[in-house]
């Protein structure tokens, strides 16, 4: 078979594509497979609860199951749930937006491959921009988006040292540089892989390079507030003109629906609804069907601050008691968990690669994420952090998290040579 250089890319084997396919066999393996390594968030009881009996009010509405299933949404998205978020983040942030300025896509990865293009790759003027990443590591999501090859440039975070073998990345503002062939600089705020979650004084310098720049700034916003609200630090949300805020129905507990969420300046809004209608007609609409009424009521808030963070904050609470238990000595750094499901594992001075690891847990039936592949933008810098780190999440069943962190420990240990 013949394929274009499009084809040849985008059907190559990717981190993403690996992370998908160790997914969809580990859920329809017969094994006993401790899935670390995915994003699929919990099933929370009070959370399935309050969605099925949104499906049950659905269907008996035979009007509205009937053109939640039956009727195309505009290209922009389903028109009600987009007036419903749009006064909603008005009310509660003073945010001065309209349903002018929110798009609906396929989910959120659709989104980034659309902004990432939109902005980044050849220009018409012959030039060639790229999308900034200011703190790596970043989402395994982004690395493969760009049409174009070497989309992404980052640069490499300065670590901070805390107590209990935490540390912390922050954005090293002295080696960042903006330069003229920089389309938009984009950050996940809580940052995937990590947990990490940027300052507000943090977010604010890179807003305003951005604004001096006049360049887009594009915060993935799929763990954080207004919701899911899976953020254990007190920060402040913010919207202006020059910021792309990317949000997602996934993290509430319906990453089946594949419902992404775009807040810009309506020439973004636009440009977003022109692709939706050449790439799939229009986006999927029954996730917006089955949560419009909760946006409207301001429901989808309190489903985050009174159940969805509390429940995650003390599974990472436990993990970090497994894990110190497991690891004992063993040089293990964990960055600290500020949001998100994840917990990102440092063993400096590893003598094999997280890919080695990888491999050896997966022989385990243990799924992690090897490191290297969340570093999109430094994929030549030969930075040996890159090779020393695993992405694991907490968001499975109890027994799964603590057996699976037991044969990790036991693997590190063991390539340390203990």
Not at 16 to 38: F, I, K, N, P, Q
Not at 106 to 132: C, E, H, I, R, W
Request: glycine residues 8%.
């Amino acid at each position: 078979m013949k394929l274009s250089t499009f084809g040849r890319k985008f059907s190559a084997d990717t981190g993403l594509t690996l992370l998908m396919d160790d997914l969809g066999r580990a859920l329809s393996s017969d094994r006993e497979v401790m899935m670390l390594g995915g994003g699929n968030p919990a099933y929370i009881p009070e959370v399935q609860t309050r969605l099925r009996q949104q499906m049950y009010d659905l269907l008996l509405d035979e009007g509205r199951f009937e053109r939640a299933v039956g009727d195309y949404a505009p290209p922009q998205g389903n028109v009600a749930f987009i007036a419903a978020l749009a006064e909603l983040l008005h009310r509660t942030f003073g945010w001065d937006i309209g349903p002018q300025n929110i798009a609906l896509t396929n989910g959120s990865q659709t989104a980034f491959f659309y902004l990432f293009n939109m902005f980044g790759g050849p220009q018409p003027d012959g030039s060639f921009k790229k999308v900034l990443l200011p703190l790596a590591p970043e989402y395994i999501g982004y690395a493969d988006t760009g049409i174009a090859p070497d989309l992404f440039v980052a640069s490499r975070p300065e670590i901070k040292y805390l107590d209990d073998r935490l540390f912390k990345y922050h954005v090293d503002f002295e080696r960042l540089t903006v330069d003229d062939d920089i389309a938009a600089i984009c950050v996940s705020r809580p940052t995937n892989p990590t947990g990490n979650v940027l300052t507000d004084e943090e977010v604010a310098k890179l807003s305003n390079l951005a604004k001096a720049h006049d360049i887009p700034f594009i915060i993935d916003n799929a763990y954080g507030k207004p919701f899911p609200s899976i953020i254990f630090t007190d920060v402040k949300p913010i919207w202006e003109e020059h910021v792309i805020l990317t949000m997602s129905l996934s993290k509430l507990g319906l990453p089946g629906l594949r419902t992404g969420i775009v807040i810009a300046r309506p020439e973004v809004i636009k440009a977003i609804s022109a692709i939706n209608a050449v790439i799939s007609l229009s986006p999927g609409g029954f996730g917006a069907f089955l949560m419009t009424d909760m946006i409207r009521s301001g429901e989808v808030l309190n489903l985050g601050y009174e159940i969805i963070r509390p429940f995650y904050q003390q599974k990472v609470e436990q993990a970090l008691t497994w894990l110190r238990r497991e690891m004992g000595d063993a040089t293990c750094y964990i960055h600290k968990p500020e949001g998100a499901f994840f917990l990102w594992l440092w063993f400096r001075d590893l003598p094999i690669t997280s890919a080695e690891l990888y491999q050896r847990l997966k022989a385990r039936n243990v799924i992690v994420l090897p490191g290297e592949f969340f570093f999109p933008g430094l994929e030549h810098d030969p930075w040996r952090h890159k090779q020393e780190c695993i992405r694991m999440s907490y968001a499975q069943e109890a027994s799964a998290v603590e057996q699976g962190i037991r044969i990790i420990a036991e693997e590190v240990k063991r390539a340390y040579g203990a």
